[in-house]
């Protein structure tokens, strides 16, 4: 959508040799004033580019791109009037619902029309709200620019100026950059018109509040009329997340400046559909104004998937979509791509940041199958649904949410099972980012070919069958490689849910795919799969760690033991030599392997001396003074002090790392680690 086209800078070629002149006659020069709302209704006036041909049609967009649904913005345009630079009224006819054809046009100077707002309009349409435009005099101005310009045929490339007038104290929260701002009027300049549909405005007494992320200043803006929310709470709930989405991406956005914009609906009608629309450098948000504090979860996710836009489409896409032709667009076949995609990794950043937790993503996860399985035609060809979604499948629309997301959960862990957890999704979209970037596109019918040749050839059979064919995904066989098992609906259950839950028997090869899949270098979300007998107290789990490696020759439960450690945690021996300490650091799973023959041939037995426990909220240090016996063809009986950092998180104790020290005739355990019992 972004796309530099060769006019425009050819264009600026010429004007950075000063000839400017040209420029009064090479861009779209709008006004409004929005101190003047008169019937619900602003006068728009355009000073044209000029025109050499005879004829020519002005048009309102037909549909625009993200939205997948004719919105026909010409239906809030009435009075359209064209005068040539003398002021002389030029003959013009509307020729359909969206265009208007403007005689003797070689003369054109100036176009002249009013618009109506959609929010409350009484003319029968389409236009989702959040595509929509609201006109509320001295309260709030929402300005999806689509609904209130047009352009001229063969010439929504050139540059746009937009003179807009308005209240006293009013802010105009957008992606874009002000050319110049005062009290009472702000200058916008957009590079054509994708650009300009591509940026949202909106106008009200400010509520924002600017965050710094990698290399982006956002800005958070809000418009509660009864103040339930506010954009200090939304922005330091996003912060987190947009953080988690940055290191996600790579560490750098492809963006500099972007905005959120919300629009919270608290005095208005309630809108037949709420939601989001996303852009390259902002989104608009226009939701119910409910309390923040219950409210804020499904901003947050809601929020995330616009964000994700950024990648796909808005970033990666097909010419279809860069080059969208307002008034009779081609639709892409790959919403499993610009919207499943995007719905999928807004989720998963939320789960690899911390924000939620393994658990939660995978009822996510279970609920999309549900809604997928019970509401949705499943046989479908994913391809048809993209390219009909505006047309013949409509109402199969919704599941490019659900179905789309689960094609992306499928594919993400194929391609991680294919690399041995070493490529997945994420490594594919950064990939196709840096093949075509903003500037280029894929054509449509290529990219399962373009994908297949980054990847494994097996990708392309997985398109071939699952996007483009009708098959049902066997989402068991796919979840199955991270160790999730999907748990039918119980006869009793109404609503026919499926759950998703992680199989506590997962071989290592399972677990270790789903800690790729899960788990990034930049947060270690853990999986519970402790008894809670274990580690619900800092006792239980300090009596569980000598519990479960004691015992007679033979197998140990080491799933219980490594279920009493946080992913990650170490543990390590240090031993005084004559030349000082040595320090072997390890990690509980290369423990287990080094040890276990030993356990099978040998009974070990070890126990509790004495105990100081430290404690702080959430984190806890024991110091656990021991002895052990190794009942070797030489049994041997040792002492020493295991030093055991805890961590509390999500009801229960963790072990972050787990180090001892033995004692030897130089170093005795000190008393005071000793308990009066274990002295006697
Ligand atoms: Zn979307």
Request: some cysteine.
């Amino acid at each position: 959508m972004n796309l530099h086209n060769k006019c425009f800078k050819a264009l600026s070629i010429l004007l950075f040799a000063g000839i400017s002149v040209l420029q009064a006659q090479t861009n779209y020069q709008y006004r409004l004033n929005l101190n003047d709302v008169k019937d619900d209704k602003l006068s728009v006036t355009l000073i044209t580019p000029k025109v050499s041909e005879a004829e020519i049609t002005f048009y309102m967009p037909k549909i625009v791109p993200g939205t997948y649904r004719n919105s026909d913005f010409g239906k809030f345009v009435s009075n359209v009037k064209a005068y040539n630079a003398k002021g002389q009224p030029l003959n013009v006819k509307q020729t359909s619902e969206n265009s208007w054809q403007i005689k003797k046009a070689n003369t054109l100077s100036k176009i002249i029309y009013d618009v109506e707002d959609t929010w409350d309009s009484k003319i029968k349409h389409e236009v989702y709200s959040m595509a929509g435009t609201n006109f509320e005099a001295n309260k709030n101005f929402v300005l999806n620019t689509c609904g209130i310009f047009g352009y001229l045929e063969n010439k929504k490339d050139l540059p746009f100026t937009l003179n807009i007038t308005k209240p006293a104290g009013f802010y105009g929260s957008t992606g874009l950059v002000s050319s110049s701002t005062s009290s009472t009027e702000d200058v916008y300049e957009t590079k054509n018109a994708d650009h300009l549909y591509d940026s949202p405005i909106m106008f009200c007494i400010p509520d924002t509040t600017t965050i710094k992320v990698g290399n982006a200043s956002v800005l958070i803006s809000i418009y509660s009329p009864n103040k339930l929310a506010t954009s200090a709470v939304i922005a330091k709930n996003l912060e987190t997340l947009l953080q988690a989405t940055n290191k996600h991406l790579g560490g750098k956005l492809p963006v500099d400046k972007y905005a959120f914009i919300y629009y919270f609906n608290g005095e208005q009608a309630p809108f037949a559909t709420s939601g989001a629309w996303e852009h390259s450098y902002s989104s608009f948000y226009s939701l119910k104004e409910e309390p923040q504090e219950t409210a804020i979860g499904n901003w947050v996710d809601v929020s995330s998937h616009e964000f994700f836009h950024i990648v796909t489409p808005l970033t990666i896409s097909s010419k279809e979509v860069k080059q969208f032709d307002f008034n009779n667009p081609v639709m892409s076949r790959h919403l499993w791509l610009y919207e499943g995609s995007t719905e999928y990794d807004s989720h998963l950043v939320q789960v690899r940041a911390g924000i939620n937790t393994p658990n939660q993503f995978l009822q996510k996860l279970a609920q999309q199958l549900s809604f997928s399985k019970n509401y949705f035609k499943d046989n479908l060809r994913f391809t048809e649904l993209s390219q009909e979604s505006a047309g013949k499948w409509q109402d199969q629309y919704g599941n490019v949410y659900l179905k789309g997301s689960l094609i992306s959960a499928a594919l993400d862990l194929y391609l991680l099972k294919l690399s041995g957890g070493n490529y997945s999704l994420k490594n594919l979209k950064h990939d196709l980012g840096i093949k075509y970037g903003k500037d280029k596109y894929f054509n449509d019918d290529e990219l399962f070919d373009v994908i297949t040749s980054l990847t494994f050839p097996e990708v392309r059979q997985f398109f071939a069958d699952y996007v483009e064919g009708a098959k049902s995904i066997p989402y068991e066989s796919f979840f199955s490689y991270a160790g999730v098992k999907i748990v039918p609906p119980a006869a009793e259950d109404k609503s026919k849910s499926s759950k998703l839950m992680f199989d506590p028997n997962a071989t290592a090869e399972q677990i270790s795919l789903r800690n790729a899949w899960l788990n990034t270098s930049f947060a270690q979300p853990a999986i519970n799969t402790a008894s809670a007998a274990d580690v619900s107290s800092i006792d239980q789990l300090v009596k569980s760690l000598y519990d479960v490696i004691s015992g007679p020759a033979g197998e140990r439960d080491w799933k219980r033991f490594e279920s009493l450690f946080f992913p990650g945690a170490y543990m390590g021996a240090i031993r005084q030599t004559a030349q000082g300490a040595t320090f072997n650091k390890t990690i509980p799973s290369e423990y287990v392997k080094s040890n276990q023959e030993a356990f099978q041939k040998y009974a070990f037995t070890e126990h509790e001396l004495g105990r100081t426990v430290n404690e702080f909220g959430s984190l806890a240090q024991v110091f656990s003074s021991y002895e052990y016996t190794f009942s070797t063809e030489k049994p041997t009986s040792r002492r020493g002090i295991n030093n055991i950092q805890l961590i509390k998180q999500d009801n229960r104790w963790w072990i972050m790392s787990l180090l001892w020290n033995e004692e030897n005739e130089s170093l005795p355990i000190p008393a005071k680690y000793i308990n009066q019992k274990a002295r006697k």
